[in-house]
Protein backbone atom coordinates (compact mmCIF):
# COMPACT_ATOMS: atom_id res chain seq x y z
CA UNK A 1 0.00 0.00 0.00
CA UNK A 2 1.40 3.54 -0.69
CA UNK A 3 2.36 5.91 1.98
CA UNK A 4 0.24 8.67 2.49
CA UNK A 5 1.44 12.22 2.04
CA UNK A 6 3.55 13.23 4.88
CA UNK A 7 4.02 10.18 6.06
CA UNK A 8 7.72 8.79 6.51
CA UNK A 9 8.51 5.60 6.31
CA UNK A 10 11.57 4.10 8.37
CA UNK A 11 13.49 1.49 7.40
CA UNK A 12 14.21 -1.63 9.69
CA UNK A 13 17.38 -1.49 12.05
CA UNK A 14 19.14 -4.03 9.82
CA UNK A 15 18.78 -2.91 6.74
CA UNK A 16 20.55 0.95 7.99
CA UNK A 17 22.81 -0.91 9.96
CA UNK A 18 24.17 -2.59 6.66
CA UNK A 19 23.80 0.09 4.84
CA UNK A 20 26.52 2.28 7.29
CA UNK A 21 28.81 -0.53 7.24
CA UNK A 22 29.01 -0.60 3.51
CA UNK A 23 29.36 2.63 3.41
CA UNK A 24 32.00 2.85 5.87
CA UNK A 25 33.90 0.42 4.26
CA UNK A 26 33.62 2.08 0.60
CA UNK A 27 35.09 5.39 2.61
CA UNK A 28 37.74 3.26 4.29
CA UNK A 29 38.62 1.77 1.35
CA UNK A 30 39.10 5.05 -0.76
CA UNK A 31 41.03 6.65 1.71
CA UNK A 32 43.48 3.52 1.67
CA UNK A 33 43.97 4.07 -1.70
CA UNK A 34 44.10 8.02 -1.26
CA UNK A 35 46.77 7.55 0.91
CA UNK A 36 48.90 4.35 -0.48
CA UNK A 37 48.86 7.00 -3.58
CA UNK A 38 50.06 9.72 -2.04
CA UNK A 39 52.87 8.19 0.09
CA UNK A 40 53.77 6.90 -3.93
CA UNK A 41 54.10 10.13 -5.23
CA UNK A 42 56.06 11.58 -2.03
CA UNK A 43 58.43 8.59 -2.71
CA UNK A 44 59.06 9.14 -6.46
CA UNK A 45 59.05 13.12 -5.66
CA UNK A 46 61.84 11.94 -2.80
CA UNK A 47 63.94 9.76 -5.10
CA UNK A 48 63.80 12.78 -7.87
CA UNK A 49 64.89 15.05 -5.64
CA UNK A 50 68.00 12.66 -4.35
CA UNK A 51 69.05 11.59 -7.49
CA UNK A 52 69.33 15.27 -8.84
CA UNK A 53 71.31 16.29 -5.67
CA UNK A 54 73.55 12.75 -5.98
CA UNK A 55 74.49 13.69 -9.93
CA UNK A 56 75.29 17.26 -9.23
CA UNK A 57 77.91 16.26 -6.33
CA UNK A 58 80.94 15.59 -8.00
CA UNK A 59 84.07 13.55 -6.88
CA UNK A 60 87.07 16.08 -6.81
CA UNK A 61 90.36 14.45 -6.80
CA UNK A 62 93.21 16.75 -5.86
CA UNK A 63 97.17 15.87 -5.91
CA UNK A 64 99.36 16.86 -3.34
CA UNK A 65 102.72 17.03 -4.05
CA UNK A 66 106.54 18.00 -1.93
CA UNK A 67 105.15 17.01 1.53
CA UNK A 68 108.10 16.53 3.68
CA UNK A 69 106.73 14.78 6.28
CA UNK A 70 104.02 12.04 7.70
CA UNK A 71 103.61 13.39 11.14
CA UNK A 72 100.31 16.20 11.07
CA UNK A 73 97.08 16.15 8.83
CA UNK A 74 96.56 18.09 5.52
CA UNK A 75 94.01 20.93 6.02
CA UNK A 76 91.83 21.79 2.75
CA UNK A 77 90.82 24.85 2.48
CA UNK A 78 87.42 25.71 -0.50
CA UNK A 79 86.89 29.02 -1.30
CA UNK A 80 83.76 29.97 -3.45
CA UNK A 81 84.52 33.53 -4.36
CA UNK A 82 87.00 36.41 -3.87
CA UNK A 83 85.31 37.84 -0.95
CA UNK A 84 85.15 34.25 1.33
CA UNK A 85 88.76 34.04 0.44
CA UNK A 86 89.81 37.48 1.61
CA UNK A 87 87.55 36.88 5.03
CA UNK A 88 89.33 33.59 5.25
CA UNK A 89 85.70 32.33 5.57
CA UNK A 90 86.20 28.93 3.75
CA UNK A 91 82.83 27.17 2.02
CA UNK A 92 84.73 23.62 3.42
CA UNK A 93 87.21 23.11 5.36
CA UNK A 94 88.40 19.48 5.41
CA UNK A 95 91.09 17.75 7.31
CA UNK A 96 93.06 14.66 5.75
CA UNK A 97 95.47 11.79 7.03
CA UNK A 98 98.38 11.34 5.94
CA UNK A 99 98.64 7.73 5.89
CA UNK A 100 98.37 6.97 2.11
CA UNK A 101 101.12 9.60 1.92
CA UNK A 102 103.74 8.24 -1.15
CA UNK A 103 107.16 9.79 -1.53
CA UNK A 104 105.65 13.19 -0.64
CA UNK A 105 102.47 13.13 -2.98
CA UNK A 106 99.08 12.34 -1.13
CA UNK A 107 95.76 12.05 -3.18
CA UNK A 108 92.69 13.76 -1.67
CA UNK A 109 89.04 13.63 -2.86
CA UNK A 110 86.21 15.64 -2.17
CA UNK A 111 82.34 16.21 -2.80
CA UNK A 112 81.64 19.01 -4.60
CA UNK A 113 79.00 20.68 -7.12
CA UNK A 114 80.53 21.70 -10.82
CA UNK A 115 81.46 25.58 -10.10
CA UNK A 116 84.55 27.70 -9.63
CA UNK A 117 86.66 27.20 -6.59
CA UNK A 118 90.41 27.98 -4.88
CA UNK A 119 91.75 25.12 -2.95
CA UNK A 120 93.75 26.14 -0.37
CA UNK A 121 96.32 24.01 2.04
CA UNK A 122 98.08 23.49 4.83
CA UNK A 123 100.86 21.03 5.53
CA UNK A 124 99.55 21.49 9.37
CA UNK A 125 102.52 19.10 11.04
CA UNK A 126 101.50 19.68 14.30
CA UNK A 127 98.08 18.75 13.94
CA UNK A 128 96.82 22.13 15.77
CA UNK A 129 93.81 22.97 12.59
CA UNK A 130 96.12 26.51 11.45
CA UNK A 131 99.19 27.65 10.05
CA UNK A 132 101.83 28.15 12.77
CA UNK A 133 103.98 31.22 12.04
CA UNK A 134 107.35 32.59 13.39
CA UNK A 135 108.25 35.84 14.96
CA UNK A 136 107.88 37.84 11.54
CA UNK A 137 104.41 35.58 10.13
CA UNK A 138 106.52 33.35 8.29
CA UNK A 139 105.03 30.31 7.96
CA UNK A 140 106.85 27.65 9.98
CA UNK A 141 104.64 24.88 8.11
CA UNK A 142 103.80 24.00 4.32
CA UNK A 143 101.24 25.44 2.21
CA UNK A 144 99.94 25.51 -1.22
CA UNK A 145 96.95 26.94 -3.78
CA UNK A 146 95.43 25.01 -6.58
CA UNK A 147 97.20 24.87 -9.61
CA UNK A 148 99.30 27.70 -8.44
CA UNK A 149 103.23 27.70 -7.37
CA UNK A 150 103.42 30.75 -5.11
CA UNK A 151 107.01 32.11 -6.72
CA UNK A 152 107.32 35.83 -4.82
CA UNK A 153 106.66 36.19 -1.05
CA UNK A 154 103.17 37.81 -1.62
CA UNK A 155 100.15 36.26 -0.81
CA UNK A 156 98.23 34.99 -4.49
CA UNK A 157 94.68 37.15 -5.43
CA UNK A 158 91.38 34.42 -5.93
CA UNK A 159 91.61 34.71 -9.68
CA UNK A 160 95.43 33.21 -9.36
CA UNK A 161 94.20 29.94 -8.42
CA UNK A 162 90.62 29.63 -8.78
CA UNK A 163 89.69 26.44 -10.77
CA UNK A 164 86.33 25.48 -12.80
CA UNK A 165 85.51 22.09 -12.09
CA UNK A 166 83.39 21.90 -15.07
CA UNK A 167 85.99 22.07 -17.56
CA UNK A 168 89.04 21.31 -15.29
CA UNK A 169 89.33 17.86 -13.72
CA UNK A 170 92.87 17.74 -12.61
CA UNK A 171 93.82 19.30 -9.92
CA UNK A 172 97.26 19.87 -8.09
CA UNK A 173 98.69 21.57 -5.30
CA UNK A 174 102.61 22.00 -4.86
CA UNK A 175 103.61 22.32 -1.04
CA UNK A 176 105.84 25.53 -0.35
CA UNK A 177 107.74 25.48 2.72
CA UNK A 178 109.63 28.96 3.99
Known sequence: MPASPGFYEQPTMGTSTFDAISNCKLIL????????FGINLLMGLLFICL?????????????????????????????KDKATYD????????????SALADGTLTISCELEPGIYGFTMVDDENSNGKIDKN????PKEGFGFSNFFMQKMKK??????????????????????M
Open 29 to 36: KTMKKTIV
Open 51 to 79: ASYIQAQHETAIKVTGIRSPKGKIVLNVF
Open 87 to 98: DEQPYKKLTFEK
Open 135 to 138: IIGM
Open 156 to 177: PVFDDFKVDLKTQQKIEIKVKY
